[in-house]
């Protein structure tokens, strides 16, 4: 492939505009400005306090290699990235580590914030060029990386200041309208400057008194419009759905009734395929239930589309009961009683991007809540998850790993949409902008986006009871993507798990699990 591949482990500048001088790198004048970033990093290293109590500051190293990720040449061809199985060794794993005891409550943001000093002091200022040293195209890409680092530093040094004249000179560059760096770069300085406002009201507990923050209200519908727009002009969703569906019909082989506990139901997005697939089985029409378990309140629009639901099966011959239980996830909740469940059915839980709510203390305990689902004794359970290290338990880890993760997915969705699209500016500011909010600026039960990677859901699921039983949609994946008509979507497998990703960085992960000791079909 032409030109540089990677800004953040990817080509993300690969369709930036012509006008800046992407493909005209000196690599001798980047090697000199990335001994100049390590020399400043070293400063500030060298300040960091005996005891661990303090943010930790990014070692050299890290840098060296976060610098690396934005010039390296591409060595391999297309094909080669089809069978990386989008290798996630490769990618960013400096903050990952085996951090299975970690816990993030009230107690450990206190510690991220007893940092004395301010960050002016630490050098941070000698880490960011001057304006006037910024020329167009890959300077000024490096200079708004360079920003985010810095203002990140800042703002976990607590020096407000610095931290806040950084996000000025960050909005003169970054924007909701420009290149996919400038706009995911705009998404992060929001929620720095989110974080920024609640470091204001932290109490003299350590804890942190959520205030108003001059925030736009995101109503529940303008969420969802933004999801459907993502499901259908990206593979992302419909890519766990394919997975999931096709993980339940092969384990529903052989089974007549069936039924599929949704957890944090929102949609009927998922079911029509699912539906059509048990249509055409040769063994004959099962009977199907679904029971929703949502903290939404409002069900008109979702017991309409559930109405119509019912009706497309009916005329397929399937008989189909939608039950809604309008309650928050809790271990409680996961009885055989308040599910309804009836002898002779064949249990299915299914999540789509909902059991990282619970990883550690975010709102309520993972542990509790697998242990409750095993004892409902389900034939499968189907889970989808963001393929990411986002519930590391330091804040610049975090947001490190979070701007090379949604930089990807900016970058992918550049090549997908034109940059005015209005479909793909509500993608960005209601969806994955509030997502990137949620990771950088708040901490305790109010982070919720705690995403994880396979190989840790691999360890909780398995100490909870579970173990992953490989996928086998590789084919029918491949086919779906190439309906999207973009060469960047990679796939590939690791342990049993289905993972999709761009341009080799992953971004999504399938997974079925059935108990241990129940040998697969």
Known sequence: MEGINGWLSFPLYESFNHDFAIRRFCRARVELERGEWEEAMNEIESFSPDDETGTPHLAASEVDDLVDSFINMDDGDDEDRDDRNCNKNQDFHHFQGEIDAFSMVNEDFRDELEMSGSCEDFGVHEMVPSVEEVSHGVDQGLHLVHLLLACAEAVGCRDTQLANSMLCQIWASATPWGDSLQRVSYCF????????????NVNGNGTITNCAMDLPLITREEKMEAFQLLYQT?????????????????????????????????????????????????????????????????????????????EDASSLGISLEFHMIPEPLTPSLLTRENLNLREGEAIFVNSIMHLHKYVKESRGS???????????????????????????????????????????????????????????????????????????????????????????????LGRAGFQVIGLKCLSQARMMLSVYGCDGYT????????????????IMLASALQLHNVSSS
């Not at 796939?491 to 341009?503: F, I, P």
């Open 189 to 200: 300085a929001a929620g720095l400057k989110s974080r920024l406002s609640l470091l204001q």
């Open 234 to 310: 990206t593979p992302y969703i419909a890519f766990g759905f394919m997975a999931a569906n096709e993980a339940i019909c092969q384990a529903a082989q052989g089974k007549d009734s069936l039924h599929i506990i949704d957890l944090g139901m929102e949609h009927t997005l998922q079911w029509p395929s699912l539906i059509r697939t048990l249509a055409s089985r040769p063994e004959g029409l099962p009977t199907l239930r679904i029971t929703g378990l949502t903290s939404n309140q409002d069900l008109l629009e979702l017991e309409a589309s559930m109405k119509s639901l019912v």
């Open 366 to 460: 993972l542990k509790a809540i697998l242990q409750a689902i095993k004892k409902l004794g389900p034939t499968l359970l189907t889970m989808v998850e963001q393929d990411a290290n986002h519930n590391g338990p330091f804040f610049l880890g975090r947001f490190l790993e979070s701007l090379h993760y949604y930089s990807a997915i900016f970058d992918s969705l550049e090549t997908s949409l034109p940059r005015h699209s209005p479909q793909r500016m509500k993608i960005e500011r209601l969806h994955f902008a509030e997502e990137i909010r949620n990771i950088v600026a708040y901490e305790g039960s109010d982070r919720i986006e705690r995403h994880e990677r396979a190989d840790q859901w691999r360890r909780q």
């Open 491 to 506: 796939l590939g497998s690791e342990k049993g798990c289905l993972l999709l990703g761009w341009k080799g960085r992953p």
